[in-house]
């Protein structure tokens, strides 16, 4: 069964570092983009990064160029989102999503239909 399950939410302050990860399991991340989320109660799901495993290409939301990285581990079959200089503005439920492909050089962020995990909460507060 095809599976995906985040985690590393935290509290942090402004200015501070985490790592999330959405680890796989059922299926190898080989032909998956896996896709990360965030929602705010209120807000519609804001899109904020994605990895294409089959060739490693990436995007990511203005919003947290420069400040998140989006990587794969293939011993673990897992992606991490690494976020710094985190903000208030980053508050939210992150989800991670994965949806097979078969191209490159693109990443098309999972839909509803799509695995998706239960999500991990961050807060950015003094």
């Known amino acids: 069964q095809l599976k995906v399950v985040e985690s590393g939410g935290d509290l942090v302050q402004p200015g501070g570092s985490l790592r999330l990860s959405c680890a796989a399991s059922?299926?190898?991340?080989?032909?998956?983009?896996i896709g990360w989320f965030r929602q705010v109660p209120g807000k519609q799901r804001e899109e904020i990064s994605c990895?294409?495993?089959?060739?490693?290409?990436?995007i990511y939301t203005d919003s947290v160029k420069g400040r998140f990285t989006i990587s794969r581990d293939n011993a673990e079959n897992t992606v991490f989102l690494q976020m710094n200089d985190l903000n208030p503005d980053d508050t939210g439920v992150y989800y991670c999503?994965?949806?097979?492909?078969?191209?490159?050089?693109?990443?098309?962020?999972?839909?509803?239909?799509?695995?998706w995990g239960q999500g991990t909460q961050v807060t950015v507060s003094s």
């Open positions: 990895i294409n495993n089959r060739d490693g290409t990436t």
């Open positions: 059922g299926f190898s991340l080989d032909y998956y983009i």
């Open positions: 999503a994965a949806r097979w492909t078969h191209l490159q050089g693109e990443c098309l962020m999972p839909k509803a239909g799509d695995s």
